[in-house]
């Protein structure tokens, strides 16, 4: 070879993620894993079984239609009426995609030109920075700082510039919690209006909401036409391994999307799609029991991490913990979590590796409180010794 990386500029900086380089350490060590955020015991039983049914009847064996079954869109579209109140056509207004991962990075690549500018909040979630790059695009950081994580309205408005072309926006926010009131949504949305940008959201923790409302924004005034709505199975119905997301928004924003979709895995998890068009009919008691049970799940871990001596914010929302170990005489929440399974047995994520600006987000760590209490309240006891 001439001696040229093999891996393009784009992607220079982008290696192993975080979740794969923690859970690998976490296996290695035998530590217990609150580090990549998935749970640690399986969905509703007769969804698993939908989908062992799905697979026997010969249902979604063979590629499924490009844009996802009939029943799954029909269901998406259902769901968005019974907990927003908004009307998607689940033939021109839905599309099924490989997890909220590959609707997002079909969105980004589908949307944007080399050059454009995207604005997201920092710390970001891991694959939005890849994909933006992946697109050729800049990233423009909003940072969102502790102790509460409020988006700086005024910071978004000196940020739009005229290559400003799409806002990248996550609530409830990986990795601080931070759930958007109505109010700042409102004014995201305006903002949105006034520049004309398109606005893509991530909605994937859409039921975990402890504190607060959830508050699609592309049910906001002018955001319909402009909003690409992401959210997935993964979390919602506990089987992260499944991969069934999908996009809701305008026919012209989600035929734009469906053409980067298309060649990306054209389809993908057949049978899964018929069990999870199940789970989005279940009762609205599954939904809130789900919610009740993590937020038992946050308040145990959050008490135990303040007990063992950390700076713990508490989440408005989804499956993790920030903390801050200054507190604990540290410096760097890399060093930290990188030793913290050979110190104590626990593996917990560098909340620095999401930011642009490292200083902002150094001596956090953040810990998913997403597993069985007994490994949460073993992992504190280990955190305190
Ligand atoms: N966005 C955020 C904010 C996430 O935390 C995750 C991980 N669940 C994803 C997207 C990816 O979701 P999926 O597993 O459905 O691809
Ligand atoms: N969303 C999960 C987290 O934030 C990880 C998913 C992944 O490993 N890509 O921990």
Known sequence: MDGRPLLNRRLDGHGTTIFAEMSALAVRTGAINLGQGFPDTDGPEEIREAAVRALRD??????????????????????????????FDPDTEVLVTAGATEA????LLALLEPGDEVIAFEPFYDSYAACIAMAGAVRVPLTLRAPDFRPDLDAL????TPRTRLLLLNSPHNPTGMVLTREEGTAIAELAVEHDLLVVTDEVYEHLVFEGEHIPLISLPG??????????SGKTFSFTGWKVGWVTGSPALVAAVRTAKQYLT????GPFQYAVAEALHLPDAYFTDFREDLRGKRDLLSAGLADAGFEVYRPQGTYFITTD??????????AFCRGLPERCGVVAVPSAVFYDDP?????QVR???????????EAVNRLKG
């Open 223 to 232: 955001m319909r036409e402009r909003t690409v709505s992401i959210s997935s």
């Open 266 to 269: 054209f389809v993908s998890a």
């Open 325 to 334: 170990v200054s507190a604990l005489g540290e410096k760097d929440g890399i």
């Open 367 to 377: 810990f998913a409180f997403c597993k069985q209490k007994g490994v949460l309240d």
């Open 58 to 87: 010969g249902r979604g064996n063979q590629y499924p239609p490009g844009p996802g079954v009939p029943e799954l869109r029909t269901a998406v579209a259902a769901h968005q009426r019974r907990f927003y109140g908004l009307d």
């Open 104 to 107: 997002i990075a079909a969105s």
């Open 157 to 160: 408005r000196d940020a739009i």
């Open 359 to 363: 200083e902002a987000g150094r001596t």
